[in-house]
C-alpha cells in the first residue's frame, strides 16, 4: 500500500481496490446464507435451525467482540491460571494405550 501523507489526526484510507475486495467479502457469505435458506426452506431448513444458527453465530460472536473490546480499549483482559492452564490439562488425557501400559497385567486378565 502506497504511503499517502496525511495532515494531523487524519487516518490513512486503503486504495479503493482494497475497499471493495473487504466489501466484497463481508457482504457476499450473508448473501449466500440468505440464498441456501430461501431455496431449502420446509425442505432441509427448519425454524430450529435459524434458532440454532443464531445462538451458535451471535453467542460467540458477542463474546468475541467484548473480549476484543475489553483488551484494545481498556487492557482489562487478564486470564487466570485456570484459563492459561486448561490446554495443558486437556492434552493429558490418558488413552486406551497409554492406560494399557500403565496397568500391571494380573493372571486372571491374562487367562481372560
Known sequence: MPHVP???GELDHPPTAHRVITL???VLPP????AVIGTLWGVAV?????????LFYVVPGLGITVGFHRYFTQR?????LSASGS??????????????????????AVSA
Open 31 to 34: 448473501l449466500g446464507i440468505l
Open 76 to 80: 482489562s483482559f487478564e486470564t487466570g
Open 46 to 54: 427448519k425454524p430450529i435451525d435459524l434458532v440454532l444458527f443464531a
Open 6 to 8: 496525511t495532515t494531523e
Open 87 to 108: 490446554p495443558t490439562i486437556a492434552n493429558t488425557t490418558p488413552t486406551p494405550t497409554s492406560r494399557a501400559t500403565r496397568t500391571p497385567r494380573t493372571s486372571a
Open 24 to 26: 466484497i467479502a463481508v
